[in-house]
């Protein structure tokens, strides 16, 4: 099928498997999503008790698209989920009552306005920053009237995208015996990420990001870690990513082996365009690779403890 991005380039994608959606033909959508996920990102953020590296305030790939998880309010809870099956924002609280704000072409203004009186309407006191992290200019979400676009097409298909990322960056995650995050979408760049940790504390994270106070990056990078994801961006269809901090000695000179992948010294880490493993022979065992080249890297350049790894095959053993 085919959908067009206002007046922009057709798009295409499919029903299952890994779909194809060129980055330069949702922009404006994109645009105007990012700054919807952070409105929903922020509420989170400010009713969850914090977990080491803001672990309490990213998303996850559901089966209708992106959700809070549950949030603590009060004596109960509410969690809030962008369906894009149905195409609403879902908020559903712990008393049985529920809201919802459709999904369709509005400013970042309306779309804010709407959450925080569905909000209200449940009880729900919404205390945040109203203004985005880490972009610039950073207009507040009540000022945003210029991002307006929502193609249902290209968002729908952006997260069939993230489904296939998820369940093969799960798969990788199981293969790690030490620290590791869950698998989660950090609403602040768009990007589903997954982290390991040497154990090791890290060099204070130098900053420097948008709109962002030094002291978040300190804390999210606050132990030496290798880690990896997807984002819409670094390929023509977004990119796998994998980096390390701090970067070892050697790290970017690491061969990987995986065609298509590459250092990109502009974004220092690796990368993956979406669009190698999408038409891999074997897409899983492509990411895979990658995922694992790209760890090992981080680990025998960073002299890791090599007892933190499982052998993914004593893993099959196990699967029912």
Same mark, same amino acid.
């Given at each position: ?14 029903? /299952?498997?890994?779909?194809?959606? &060129?980055?330069? /033909? +949702?922009? *404006? ?62 908020? &559903?609280?712990?008393?049985? /009552? ?14 804010? %306005? ?9 009880? #729900?006191?919404?205390? #945040? ?16 009237? $210029? *991002? ?5 097409? @290209?968002?729908?298909?952006? +997260? ?8 093969? #960056? ?16 950090? +609403? ?20 420097? @990001?948008? *709109? ?17 994801? =997807?984002?819409?961006?670094?390929? /023509?269809? !977004? ?21 298509? @992948?590459?250092?990109?010294? %502009?974004?220092?880490? =690796?990368?993956?365009?979406? %669009? ?12 895979? %690779? ?6 090992? $890297?981080? @680990?025998?350049? !960073? ?18």
């Amino acid at each position: 099928m085919l959908h067009t991005d206002e007046a922009g380039p057709a798009t295409s994608s499919t029903a /299952e498997g890994w779909p194809a959606l &060129r980055v330069a /033909e +949702w922009q *404006n959508t994109q645009s105007t999503l990012h700054m919807w996920l952070q409105v929903v990102g922020k509420i989170r953020m400010a009713h969850a008790p914090l977990v080491n590296h803001w672990w309490q305030v990213p998303l996850y790939v559901t089966p209708r698209g992106l959700g809070t998880s549950s949030i603590p309010y009060g004596n109960g809870m509410f969690d809030i989920e962008f369906d894009v099956v149905a195409h609403r924002l879902l908020i &559903r609280t712990s008393s049985g /009552e529920d809201r919802s704000v459709p999904l369709e072409p509005q400013s970042v203004a309306q779309f804010h %306005e709407r959450t925080m009186a569905a909000l209200a309407e449940l009880g #729900i006191e919404a205390p #945040i920053r109203p203004v985005p992290t880490e972009v610039d200019p950073a207009v507040p979400f009540a000022e945003d009237h $210029a *991002n307006t676009s929502y193609d249902a097409q @290209a968002v729908t298909t952006y +997260w069939r995208q993230l489904i296939q990322a998820e369940r093969v #960056i799960t798969r990788f995650r199981t293969e790690f015996l030490g620290k590791v995050s869950p698998v989660h979408y950090f +609403w602040v760049a768009m990007d589903l990420a997954c982290t390991r940790f040497s154990g090791r504390p890290a060099p204070t994270h130098p900053g420097g @990001a948008p *709109n962002c106070p030094d002291w978040v990056m300190e804390e999210g990078y606050s132990h030496e870690l290798s880690s990896c994801g =997807f984002w819409a961006g670094g390929g /023509e269809e !977004g990119a796998f990513y994998s980096y390390a901090y701090p970067e070892p000695e050697g790290y970017r000179d690491t061969r990987i082996g995986v065609e298509g @992948a590459f250092y990109s010294e %502009e974004f220092r880490q =690796f990368l993956l365009p979406y %669009e190698a493993v999408r038409t891999a022979a074997d897409p899983d065992a492509t990411l895979l %690779e990658f995922l694992r080249a790209t760890y090992r $890297a981080a @680990a025998t350049t !960073g002299s890791w403890d090599e007892e933190l790894l499982v052998n993914p095959h004593r893993l099959d053993r196990h699967t029912r």
